[in-house]
T-cell receptor
Framework: DAGVIQSPRHEVTEMGQEVTLRCKPI?????LFWYRQTMMRGLELLIY????????DSGMPEDRFSAKMPNASFSTLKIQPSEPRDSAVYFC???????????????FGPGTRLLVL | AQKITQTQPGMFVQEKEAVTLDCTYD???????LFWYKQPSSGEMIFLIY??????QNATEGRYSLNFQKARKSANLVISASQLGDSAMYFC??????????????FGTGTQLKVEL
């Protein structure tokens, strides 16, 4: 089975530009998570969805960040306008409550390395 | 207070030796889950092992085992017979609350493990 797929793997952009990160969760998983990883703050949960519905977006840093999940197999995280402090690795992860022995284990995508100049 | 504490920023171990990575957690929930992830230099987050709070036996997965001491609120990862490929950052994480209830994970700051010849 394919794991979580993220695109692009690397993104370099200039301050003020719009950035869109994409994620395809593992088929059958009904939870999707967006994390950000930086040296200063470690791994932070930004937002998560259950059955395509946002459940908790309290980790979204500010209004410049938005996330959508239009269907069970696709989610986007958008930053508009981007700033240099948004430079980080952004991970998408998915899970399912019905995983038997590994209930609710989150499986991560390879991440998107974002650099905002 | 930190929910997940990893007090060892860096560890060294000789190849073929065993190593223990420490993790303590803080929660008032009776039902919770503890996870360990590995992040090699390539950046992906790899799930290693899971321990549920009601599991009576320590979890094991190949060379990985989780030393779960509930009263001490510790969930240390033990890697036996270390290999060079084990060199990576290791994160401890906790899910609070019962399974199926919105499985947010809180991550520790990580331990960088270096396996030496």
């Amino acid at each position: 089975d394919a794991g979580v797929i993220q695109s692009p793997r690397h993104e370099v952009t200039e301050m003020g530009q719009e950035v869109t990160l994409r994620c395809k969760p593992i088929s059958g998983h009904d939870y999707l998570f967006w994390y950000r990883q930086t040296m200063m703050r470690g791994l932070e949960l930004l937002i998560y969805f259950n059955n395509n519905v946002p459940i908790d977006d309290s980790g979204m840093p500010e209004d410049r960040f938005s996330a959508k999940m239009p269907n069970a197999s696709f989610s986007t995280l958008k930053i508009q306008p981007s700033e240099p402090r948004d430079s980080a690795v952004y991970f998408c992860a998915s899970s399912s409550p019905s995983q038997g022995q590994y209930q609710e284990t989150q499986y991560f995508g390879p991440g998107t390395r974002l650099l905002v100049l | 207070a930190q929910k997940i504490t990893q007090t060892q920023p860096g560890m060294f171990v000789q190849e073929k030796e065993a190593v223990t990575l420490d993790c303590t957690y803080d929660t008032s929930d009776q039902s919770y889950g503890l996870f360990w992830y590995k992040q090699p230099s390539s950046g992906e987050m790899i799930f290693l092992i899971y321990q549920g709070s009601y599991d009576e036996q320590n979890a094991t997965e190949g060379r990985y085992s989780l030393n779960f001491q509930k009263a001490r609120k510790s969930a240390n990862l033990v890697i036996s017979a270390s290999q060079l490929g084990d060199s990576a950052m290791y994160f401890c994480a906790m899910r609070e609350g019962p399974t199926g209830g919105g499985n947010k994970l809180t991550f520790g700051t990580g331990t960088q493990l270096k396996v030496e010849l």
